[in-house]
């Protein structure tokens, strides 16, 4: 009886298969290495069954999945001969070098995925998924497909606010389903331990919890912890089970999860909750451990061993960036350990401790990972970078031998605006819209193929400091972790931005119908007008001289001399390297070349209070012919007021003169000091 059912079916997916002869074009994240499409389509319906040649291990994960899937395929009890999907591991794949490829075929009698591990089978049946997601449609044809990266991850940051188990599961729906494979979450922070420890209670029954709604509240409050329970108390944490629960979660997705704890730094918390941790043994003093006291390492040791019994993943992630070190050069204990070791300064008391976490880890058959601060002091020896100060960690690491991953902060973190700060919700501030995380390259063309095989890949970082509800971290991440993936995932020749915005917006919408909070692309304002192509004025080109002392900051050049005359203006940061940095007040001349009518003088300036970028006090425009003796045109006052907002403002001067030099001057108000940005003098 079943059996006629099913040939009934199988007539009926034949009718539709054939019904349908439209070449489609694949909307698919991220992009496949090759597909060869013939027009037509096979269609899924609900007499379509699903049969798996794979382990057992596999091929229960798989079949789950596919039951739960938008597709809610039955499973065969025997090969079927026509309308199935059919799941294949095989030993050896034409075409397909990465154990993470497939090679989806779609007939018009099924679809079949061929792989060499359960991985690359899922990633095909995702490919199957996107493209069924158009009225379960399946363009006939073959896609061949790999990842470019064997690392393609995302960090979430469940300290600054903590989000539950099912925060953290739906993000791993969506990870899977752009084909990402390693979800790095940072536990343990200032802002609260996260996750339960035996041997450590006072870790989750107080550092845990925290004064302060969101972490904005407690930074700038009292930055005080509370017990457990108590009225005040934010915060929480994950109990062992629950991180098993979600390893395992995982791991149904072909995802690893990385656990992070933090040392030496960012352990205020712990050193608060354990002060004989701590260089002083004071509460809130420090955010260092003692590196002198073995204590320490003995606290660190038995804290990693309950980690490695939850997380079975291959790398520890021990942080290690943004170390004070600065108690360590008066205690006495961290003073005679580096006296013993014969180190010589506190970077390299650093590399003590993370060689050794790192000999406690490979004992133990795991390996370490790391920030780029663990490259301070001397790497060790079988570390993997993660880079985020900007590139050079990563590639730093890669020359020496070292594997890297690179999350670098100007492509990867997504905390920054995504679009003009003034149509979105507060954040850290720089601005990383989709199209700049879609334009990483994380190889450089400098590379030798051996360098090359070091980087192992690609991670989106979300802090979380400004990002005070689940929605919100949603907002974040998508749409541009599918940027990432693409990044993470297809061939660089594949690529093509205008091509993946539409395919964008397409996932936009699936998503929103999946539930999760997106930002809206469709409505994107994008970068500041002025910052992409030129402003037409006199300046351009024309040559810049600084007042002695006034020169622009190092760090902030926007190129040098022309900057402030080539005609670009800055976009919605100053770290986009348009914005020309200033410490010492701005006075810059400009010549003219020849007396010429002027009717406008102006330069725009951004605030930013949190980095300490303040617009300026007092401006004065002023005019010269013989660039000795200025006429001052205009002087305008301004009083500076601190705010939680990106404002951009224009100071300058309207008239008619005519003028050969000008001068443009402006100065810090010393109440707050910081910076002074301006992007160009526009002379009209
Ligand atoms: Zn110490």
């Not at 990402?180 to 609260?192: E, K, W, Y």
């Not at 004064?211 to 509240?217: L, V």
């Not at 001289?545 to 050049?557: D, H, L, P």
Request: proline letters at 4%.
């Amino acid at each position: 009886m079943k059996k006629i059912v099913r040939m009934a079916g199988m007539l009926l997916a034949f009718a539709f298969a054939s019904c349908s002869q439209q070449p489609q074009t694949l909307s698919i994240i991220p992009v496949p290495l090759k597909a060869e499409l013939q027009g037509g389509a096979f269609v899924v319906n609900e007499q379509t069954q699903v049969w798996i040649d794979a382990p057992e291990a596999d091929k229960n994960i798989l079949q789950e999945y596919l039951a739960s899937s938008s597709l809610k395929l039955a499973v065969a009890t025997e090969a079927p001969a026509s309308n199935a999907i059919v799941l294949k591991q095989v030993a050896e794949l034409p075409g397909v070098a990465s154990a993470e490829g497939y090679v989806l075929t779609a007939t018009k009698k099924g679809v079949e995925i061929q792989a060499k591990t359960g991985a690359g089978l899922f990633y095909g049946v995702q490919t199957l998924l996107q493209m069924a997601a158009d009225g379960n449609k399946v363009a006939l044809g073959t896609i061949t497909d790999e990842p470019r990266f064997e690392y393609r991850g995302m960090m979430l940051d469940v300290s600054r606010h903590f989000y539950g188990l099912d925060f953290v599961k739906k993000q791993i729906d969506a990870m899977a389903y752009y084909k990402l494979n390693r979800l790095h979450i940072h536990l343990t922070d200032a802002a609260g331990w996260r996750i339960e420890i035996k041997k450590y209670p006072r870790l989750t029954n107080f550092a845990a919890w925290r004064t302060g709604k969101d972490w904005k509240e407690w930074w700038n409050g009292d930055r005080k912890y509370v017990e457990e329970g108590s009225e005040d108390a934010v915060g929480g944490y994950f109990t062992q089970d629950q991180c098993r629960e979600i390893v395992e979660y995982a791991k149904q997705h072909y995802i690893t999860v990385i656990p992070e704890i933090e040392m030496p730094s960012h352990s205020e918390e712990v050193t608060t909750a354990y002060p004989e941790l701590s260089c002083t043994h004071v509460p809130y003093k420090q955010a260092d451990f003692c590196v002198g006291n073995e204590k320490t390492f003995e606290f660190l040791e038995n804290v990693l061993l309950e980690v490695m019994e939850i997380f079975p993943s291959e790398y520890i992630h021990v942080g290690g960036d943004e170390a004070s070190k600065q108690s360590w050069k008066t205690c006495p204990l961290c003073q005679a350990r580096m006296k013993k070791e014969g180190l010589k300064d506190v970077d390299e008391l650093q590399s003590y401790l993370i060689t050794r976490m790192e000999k406690f880890l490979n004992k133990h058959g795991r390996n370490l990972l790391g920030w780029d601060e663990i490259l301070e002091g001397g790497l060790a020896p079988n570390a993997t970078v993660m880079s985020w100060r900007g590139t050079e960690g990563g590639l730093k690491a890669i020359e020496s031998g070292h594997r890297a991953i690179m999350s670098p902060g100007e492509f990867c973190y997504f905390d920054s605006y995504q679009d003009a700060p003034h149509t979105q919700p507060e954040a850290i501030g720089g601005y990383l819209p989709l199209s700049k995380v879609y334009s990483y390259n994380p190889i450089p063309e400098t590379f030798t193929p051996e360098q090359a095989a070091l980087m192992y890949g690609v991670q989106a970082n979300l802090w979380a400091e400004y990002i005070p509800t689940k929605e919100h971290m949603e907002y974040m991440i998508y749409p541009r972790i599918l940027a990432l993936s693409e990044v993470a995932w297809s061939a660089v020749a594949n690529k093509n931005y205008d091509e993946f915005h539409g395919r964008a917006l397409k996932a936009i919408d699936d998503l929103r119908a999946k539930g999760y909070n997106t930002f809206d692309l469709k409505n994107e304002v994008g970068n500041r007008p002025g910052a992409d192509k030129p402003v037409e004025n006199l300046g351009i080109g024309k040559k810049v001289t600084y007042a002695e002392g006034t020169k622009y900051y190092s760090g902030y050049t926007a190129g040098g001399d022309d900057a402030l005359v080539n005609g670009i203006r800055g976009g919605w940061t100053y770290g986009d390297k348009l914005w020309q940095g200033f410490l010492k007040g701005v006075d810059v001349t400009i010549d003219l070349e020849k007396e010429t009518p002027i009717k406008e003088v102006n330069a725009d300036f951004m605030q930013i209070c949190g980095p300490g970028v303040f617009m300026p006090k007092e401006v004065i425009v002023s005019v010269s012919n013989d660039g000795k003796e200025f006429t001052e045109l205009a002087k305008i006052e301004h009083q500076v007021v601190k705010d939680d907002e990106v404002t951009f403002k224009t100071f300058g001067w309207t008239g008619e003169t005519t003028a050969r030099y000008v001068r443009y001057q402006a100065s810090h108000d010393n109440n707050f000091g910081g910076f002074l940005f301006v992007d160009e003098i526009v002379i009209k």
